[in-house]
């Protein structure tokens, strides 16, 4: 099966800088790449994904590359906030399909 | 709309006893999924389904069974739990299984 490998684990960034998460997956099969936010106690929560037709996405301060030949891709934070906070994870998955594979998450904090 | 939803939030059990976990999604989504999360390994998909009357294998099947008679609900159940069962388990859903899923609030099972 496909194995997702994410770091760093943990990430400390000042307020206002830039974080930038990276995930390596092994199935060149893999089409569909989310991101996601979890916040202590709560559920993890979709901020943005991208398909594997597309090498980048952006929404607002968020951005999510995608290198097909590599088989990685990475989230970027710019201009972050204490708000930002959290765990994120990543996945893979070969859509249309049924099983996500998470990458083991990385805690950041943004020091105000 | 309530989304994806999950009973109880918190259990303790002893070792050997089972319970049942409920997850409810009022989405109309066919494909249903129940994960695990442990510290430092993401979330591991335990058992998914792919219609009402469904049910397949994930990552880490063994020890849970799982039943969709309805549509809108999908059970997890644990026969006989042990404490390497202690865990937080997260309930998900998605439209057809071309698009991102979305969890509910979780269950934290404490196995004494």
């Known amino acids: 099966g496909e194995n997702v490998e994410q770091h760093p684990s943990t990430l400390s960034v000042q307020e206002g800088d830039s974080a930038v998460i990276k995930c390596t997956y092994s199935?060149?099969?893999?089409?569909?790449f989310p991101w996601y936010k979890q916040e202590l106690g709560k559920r993890p929560q979709l901020i943005i994904d991208?398909?594997?037709?597309?090498g980048e996405k952006k929404d607002q301060r968020i951005a999510v590359t995608l290198n097909k030949t590599a088989k990685h891709f990475s989230l970027h934070i710019t201009e972050t906030q204490p708000e930002d906070s959290a765990v994120y994870f990543c996945?893979?998955?070969?859509?249309?399909?049924?099983?996500?594979?998470f990458g083991t998450g990385t805690s950041l904090t943004v020091i105000p | 709309n309530a989304g994806v939803t999950q009973t109880p939030k918190f259990r303790v059990l002893k070792t050997g006893q089972s319970m049942t976990l409920l997850c409810a999604q009022d989405?109309?989504?066919?494909?249903m999924y129940w994960y695990r999360q442990d510290p430092g390994m993401g979330l591991r998909l335990i058992h998914y389904?792919?219609?009402?009357?469904?049910?397949a294998k994930g990552e880490v099947p063994d020890g849970y069974n799982v039943s969709r008679l309805k549509k809108q609900n999908f059970l997890l159940g644990l026969e006989s739990a042990a404490p390497s069962q202690t865990s937080v388990y997260f309930c998900?859903?998605?439209?057809?299984?071309?698009?991102?899923?979305?969890f509910g609030p979780g269950t934290r099972l404490l196995v004494l």
């Open positions: 998900a859903s998605s439209f057809s299984g071309v698009e991102t899923q979305y």
């Open positions: 199935d060149s099969a893999s089409n569909y």
């Open positions: 991208i398909r594997s037709n597309v």
């Open positions: 996945a893979a998955s070969i859509l249309p399909g049924n099983q996500f594979y």
């Open positions: 989405m109309n989504h066919e494909y």
């Open positions: 389904s792919v219609g009402e009357g469904t049910t």
